[in-house]
């Protein structure tokens, strides 16, 4: 199970970060992504963790903006947003899997969090 926690209302150029907890398995065997639904749009990849932690991928849109670090000791890993943009403003979700995948399509994804809703707005 993952639970995302974090959203929020936040002003343009603003910084959030979003947790995902994950219970009944441990993320030292999953990779973790995070995706993002704006209304009216389909979900969108935006950044992912290898199980090690050693390798992590970045939309273009988040990329030099968003961080992905994980803390496998407390089963959780994060999405560390700066910079952010009225553009940014979606429900973020988090989802994890096990084994060798493309991290970046998200028919991958086992297991999805329920979602946190973040807006970007003046």
């Known amino acids: 199970q993952l639970q995302a926690f974090g959203g929020g209302l936040v002003q343009p150029g603003g910084s959030l970060r979003l947790s995902c907890v994950v219970s009944?398995?441990?993320?030292?065997?999953?990779?973790i992504g995070w995706f993002r639904q704006a209304p009216g749009k389909e979900r969108e990849w935006v950044s992912c963790?290898?199980?090690?932690?050693?390798?992590?991928y970045y939309s273009d849109s988040a990329k030099g903006r968003f961080t992905i670090p994980k803390d496998n000791a407390k089963n959780t890993a994060y999405l560390q947003m700066n910079s952010l943009k009225p553009e940014d403003t979606a429900v973020y979700y988090c989802?994890?899997?096990?084994?060798?995948?493309?991290?970046?399509?998200?028919?991958?994804?086992?297991?999805w969090g329920q979602g946190t809703k973040v807006t970007v707005s003046s």
């Open positions: 989802a994890a899997y096990a084994g060798l995948r493309f991290c970046g399509e998200k028919n991958n994804y086992d297991y």
């Open positions: 009944g398995f441990t993320l030292d065997y999953y990779t």
């Open positions: 963790i290898s199980s090690s932690g050693g390798t992590t």
